[in-house]
């Protein structure tokens, strides 16, 4: 994680704020945005690097765009559900744009793209001409 988010990084920094204040995060009265959105970042790309429902494997930085957008959703909803206090008018979508623009630095930045990309690579198994069976038809 530390090669994409430095322990230091302002979503680094907000995950650990979220995660290490429990419940007590989100006392003020409205949710404060730009620390929910890095935090959700994180959570995202750890998602992904963890391999977290990957049923498709992404061949690209589309679909590897895509999946980080699924997760980033699914962060701000599942934080949204824990939180007590309620983000301001338009700021769903404004923790959306913030987190999403945070992934989208990390995949520009040097060859994160190429690494986050081989990270979940299908192993390639070569058919042997012994192993290939054919499918009988009627």
Not at 63 to 77: C, G, P, Q
Request: charged fraction near 20%.
């Amino acid at each position: 994680m530390d090669r994409f988010y430095s322990p230091t990084s302002a979503e680094a920094v907000a995950y650990n704020y979220i995660t290490d204040n429990g419940s007590h995060w989100d006392i003020e009265s409205s949710i404060n945005e730009t620390h929910l959105a890095g935090c959700v970042a994180y959570q995202a790309l750890d998602r992904y690097l963890k391999g977290a429902d990957l049923f498709i494997l992404p061949r690209s930085k589309t679909e590897l765009e895509s999946i980080f957008r699924r997760y980033t959703y699914d962060a701000v909803h599942n934080m949204i559900a824990k939180s007590r206090s309620t983000l301001q008018p338009g700021g769903y979508s404004r923790v959306c744009h913030l987190a999403e623009k945070s992934l989208r630095d990390v995949l520009n930045s040097g060859d994160n793209m190429s690494v986050l990309l081989a990270l979940h690579t299908p192993p390639s198994s070569p058919i042997h001409s012994s192993a290939a069976r054919g499918i009988k038809t009627q």
